[in-house]
């Protein structure tokens, strides 16, 4: 209790105020170390997960979930570590980040998810409960009345312990009835729940459906102005960023996504994914949308999780995949040499991205000859005319066979002294 209490009486830090008030400001929930462990083998030691932990707040996301302590010891004492190293570690500006235990409905994990994250100076409590009729029918046996009122109460429990900051999931959300959501959030808000998160927990909607829920939602439940609607998309159906994008446009303030898009199943939205579409369209398509994430760290920020996770990103995957800014097809290695906006709508120094070849070309059997002469331009050798000709000729000979021609394969190509610079 004197922990407690004493972490609770710590003057809070000023937590860039503008974003707070600010209507267009999207927070960022990162559920990397919840979500995304729960993807099938990519169980972190707690070392491994204070690492992602620390990245996480150098990237600037608004709240970490850094896990779910009931369901282990050890994933009790990672989300303690996290809240008393990652969760009092102030920034300049003032920026900490939120540090989030999840917990069912009921009183041994809440105590178990207030006891993990209680000495982070912004410590939030998540709890959750399924809503959907064929969740509460074959999974909890319990009807709405009953499931109402558990939910009620547990929330008002968390309250209780003195964590001010609660968020509520009714689980299934986009397979339960509205009506139904409507009156459990209603009750959760006047419990004290301060966010109320939207799971599509089966990535079962689309993105019109999903983002005209969380538009009903805020227009039909009493007191949602007074609380942040959430998105927790799963990507089932491939559709968790579009539906993610789709809540933020009807009024969702928080979105719930993890690096490299890891989670059950099919896994979550993907953090970069969702980040750097608002980056790239928000302000002109979303009414001006921003979040606060540092843009600059997600490339290291994903590479950590991904060897850490033993998780590896398929190469076209969006935003950090290997191939995301690499250019082989001779049309747009044209492009890209001109001008390159005319292939890349964001540069990969925005996420932190050294290209190893400047032009992000890739010599291969699609690539032209202005791609070849530029790049035999850059190692040295001026080539014009018939020699040009000839070379692009062996060149196109030996891309028909393999998948890309490194600078080595050009430098045996011009072996002949005719060619020598
Ligand atoms: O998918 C889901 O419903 C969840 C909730 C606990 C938010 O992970």
């Not at 120094?349 to 070849?372: N, T």
């Not at 530029?374 to 040295?380: A, F, K, N, P, V």
Request: hydrophobic share 35%; aromatic share 6%; glycine share 8%.
């Amino acid at each position: 209790i004197s922990l407690s209490i004493q972490c609770n009486t710590q003057k809070r830090p000023q937590y860039v105020p503008h974003r707070i008030d600010d209507p267009h400001y999207v927070r960022i929930f990162d559920t990397t170390l919840r979500d995304g462990e729960q993807s099938p083998g990519a169980t972190l030691t707690s070392k491994e997960k204070l690492d992602i932990a620390k990245q996480l707040s150098k990237l600037g996301v608004d709240i970490i979930e850094a896990g779910f302590p009931i369901a282990s010891p050890d994933d009790l004492e990672a989300v303690k570590l996290i809240a008393r190293e990652v969760g009092n570690d102030v920034n300049d500006d003032g920026y900490v980040p939120v540090i989030c235990g999840l917990a069912r409905c009921n009183k041994a994990d809440i105590d178990a998810a207030w006891e993990g994250v209680k000495q982070a100076l912004r410590p939030r409590i998540h709890t959750f409960i399924a809503t959907s009729e064929i969740h509460m029918q074959y999974k909890l046996r319990k009807s709405q009345d009953e499931v109402v009122k558990i939910a009620r109460d547990m929330v008002a429990y968390a309250r209780s312990l003195g964590c001010e900051d609660i968020e509520f999931s009714p689980e299934d959300a986009g397979r339960s009835d509205p009506e139904f959501l409507y009156r459990i959030l209603e009750e959760v808000i006047k419990a004290g729940a301060t966010t109320l998160n939207i799971p599509d927990t089966v990535g079962y909607t689309l993105p019109e459906e999903f983002g005209q829920l969380i538009a009903k939602i805020k227009a039909n439940t009493k007191g949602a102005d007074k609380v942040i609607i959430s998105t927790h998309c799963q990507n089932d159906l491939g559709l968790a960023t579009a539906n993610t994008l789709s809540g933020a446009a009807n009024g969702a303030r928080q979105v719930e996504v993890t690096l490299n898009g890891i989670g059950e199943r099919a896994g979550n939205a993907s953090l970069e994914e969702v980040v750097m579409a608002i980056k790239c369209r928000g302000r002109e398509r979303m009414s001006g949308l921003y979040t606060g994430v540092q843009t600059k760290h997600i490339a290291a920020t994903s590479k950590m999780v991904a060897d850490y996770t033993g998780m590896v990103v398929q190469p076209h995957k969006a935003i950090v995949g290997a191939n995301a800014f690499a250019h082989e097809s001779g049309i747009h290695q044209d492009g890209m040499l001109k001008f390159k906006g005319t292939y890349e709508i964001i540069s990969p120094d925005d996420i932190g991205l050294a290209r190893a070849d400047e032009s992000g070309i890739v010599l291969g059997k699609h690539s032209g000859r202005h791609a070849l002469k530029s790049r035999l331009q850059q190692l040295g050798y001026e080539l014009e005319g018939s020699e040009l000709d000839d070379i692009f000729h062996r060149f196109k000979a030996v891309a028909e066979k393999k998948k890309k021609l490194l600078d080595e394969d050009l430098e045996a190509l011009l072996s002949d002294e005719v060619f020598q610079p």
